[in-house]
């Protein structure tokens, strides 16, 4: 497969820039994927739309405020969007700047002023970072970070707003350690979620840290060439329990999002499903024989990139070609901001 076979036009202004005034007033797509049939619905529907039998699975990761900016000695200006904190005071972070950073630089946060050593360069745009003793790297964060959100929603430099810092973050995020929401669960509202309970669904939850690798761009023409990178992830045996016994009974399991996809689809080896803690790079695109899976409720997603990619693994890529066709003739709002379709 070509990247060139995951393209799609898409109006500039159908980029969403803020969310929707209330999480499920968004709009909902309803897509067969035997017959390629699609409906029109608002979230709000979705108790009403689906049977009570799904099994629905949600990542309960937290979005951290990430992204920091510094100077450097002479003025000049990085950003840093703290990845991981391989120890009590260091951060593994992407770094952007006018000229490379080079170890030993001393940075200085732009916020308090605290000192920030460039440990190591490990790659190129990536920098590990020692903080003075005494400080830990998320009470620095939280302090003076920002709402990491993607490039295509323009703030300006360092300016996410205070309702960014609430809407960029689903109701039931319980665990730090994302870089990026998990936008599918960003349409739940707790009145939804109990209304799917009493419906009969019933809900689950595992954790996967979103990474960078979730908006960096795919850089091959070749789509198998391409190669994820690795993201943290954590399955409850309660959970994982579940789903086996929900499989046996043959019930739908409807993993939101896609980290949620990548998340259960990795835990599954040896003909079951496994608990515990795990890393994944797991690439999903079309010709993946999914094993847990059977539906997704996901967001509208960027041409050429490895989550419209997923989600054609599910869909055929035909199929949900043309239902994103459908949605921008019908003017739906895209990306992360945007709204939400289900693949059944």
Same mark, same amino acid.
């Given at each position: 497969?070509?990247?060139?076979?995951?393209?799609?036009?898409?109006?500039?202004?159908?980029?969403?820039?803020?969310?929707?005034?209330?999480?499920?007033?968004?709009?909902?797509?309803?897509?067969?994927?035997?017959?390629?049939?699609?409906?029109?619905?608002?979230?709000?529907?979705?108790?009403?739309?689906?049977?009570?039998?799904?099994?629905?699975?949600?990542?309960?990761?937290?979005?951290?405020?990430?992204?920091?900016?510094?100077?450097?000695?002479?003025?000049?200006?990085?950003?840093?969007?703290?990845?991981?904190?391989?120890?009590?005071?260091?951060?593994?972070?992407?770094?952007?700047?006018?000229?490379?950073?080079?170890?030993?630089?001393?940075?200085?946060?732009?916020? &308090?002023?605290?000192?920030?050593?460039?440990? @190591? #360069?490990? !790659? $190129?745009?990536?920098? *590990?970072?020692?903080? /003075?003793?005494?400080?830990?790297?998320?009470?620095?964060?939280?302090?003076?970070?920002?709402?990491?959100?993607?490039?295509?929603?323009?703030?300006?430099?360092?300016?996410?707003?205070?309702?960014?810092?609430?809407?960029?973050? &689903?109701?039931?995020?319980?665990?730090?350690? @994302? #870089?990026? !929401? $998990?936008?599918?669960? *960003?349409?739940?509202? /707790?009145?939804?979620?109990?209304?799917?309970?009493?419906?009969?669904?019933?809900?689950?939850?595992?954790?996967?840290?979103?990474?960078?690798?979730?908006?960096?761009?795919?850089?091959?023409?070749?789509?198998?060439?391409?190669?994820?990178?690795?993201?943290?992830?954590?399955?409850?045996?309660?959970?994982?329990?579940?789903?086996?016994?929900?499989?046996?009974?043959?019930?739908?399991?409807?993993?939101?999002?896609?980290?949620?996809?990548?998340?259960?689809?990795?835990?599954?080896?040896?003909?079951?499903?496994?608990?515990?803690?795990?890393?994944?790079?797991?690439?999903?695109?079309?010709?993946?024989?999914?094993?847990?899976?059977?539906?997704?409720?996901?967001?509208?997603?960027?041409?050429?990139?490895?989550?419209?990619?997923?989600?054609?693994?599910?869909?055929?890529?035909?199929?949900?070609?043309?239902?994103?066709?459908?949605?921008?003739?019908?003017?739906?709002?895209?990306?992360?901001?945007?709204?939400?379709?289900?693949?059944?």
């Amino acid at each position: 497969m070509n990247l060139s076979d995951f393209h799609y036009d898409l109006p500039p202004e159908l980029i969403a820039q803020q969310p929707a005034e209330r999480r499920d007033q968004s709009r909902l797509l309803v897509l067969d994927r035997q017959s390629g049939d699609v409906r029109h619905h608002t979230f709000a529907d979705l108790p009403e739309i689906v049977s009570g039998d799904e099994v629905f699975v949600f990542n309960d990761t937290r979005v951290i405020p990430a992204r920091l900016w510094a100077r450097k000695p002479g003025g000049g200006r990085v950003e840093i969007l703290a990845l991981s904190f391989p120890t009590a005071t260091s951060i593994l972070a992407m770094t952007r700047s006018s000229k490379p950073l080079r170890p030993s630089l001393v940075l200085v946060s732009e916020g &308090t002023g605290t000192r920030l050593l460039v440990a @190591s #360069v490990p !790659a $190129p745009g990536r920098a *590990l970072i020692e903080l /003075p003793a005494g400080i830990q790297p998320i009470a620095l964060l939280r302090n003076e970070g920002s709402t990491p959100l993607p490039p295509y929603i323009h703030r300006g430099v360092g300016a996410d707003r205070p309702e960014d810092r609430e809407r960029y973050q &689903t109701v039931f995020a319980r665990h730090d350690g @994302s #870089v990026a !929401a $998990p936008t599918a669960g *960003l349409h739940f509202t /707790p009145e939804i979620l109990e209304r799917l309970q009493r419906k009969g669904c019933s809900l689950l939850f595992v954790t996967l840290h979103v990474g960078p690798g979730t908006f960096l761009p795919v850089r091959v023409d070749k789509v198998e060439d391409h190669r994820m990178e690795h993201e943290r992830y954590e399955i409850p045996e309660q959970t994982a329990a579940a789903i086996r016994e929900a499989k046996a009974q043959r019930r739908p399991i409807l993993a939101v999002g896609t980290t949620t996809v990548r998340t259960i689809e990795s835990a599954f080896r040896d003909g079951t499903l496994h608990a515990g803690p795990g890393e994944t790079d797991l690439f999903i695109h079309p010709g993946f024989r999914f094993r847990t899976v059977d539906r997704l409720l996901t967001n509208f997603h960027l041409p050429g990139s490895t989550l419209i990619m997923l989600a054609s693994a599910l869909a055929g890529r035909e199929k949900l070609l043309e239902a994103y066709r459908q949605a921008v003739n019908q003017r739906y709002r895209f990306y992360s901001y945007g709204d939400c379709m289900i693949i059944r």
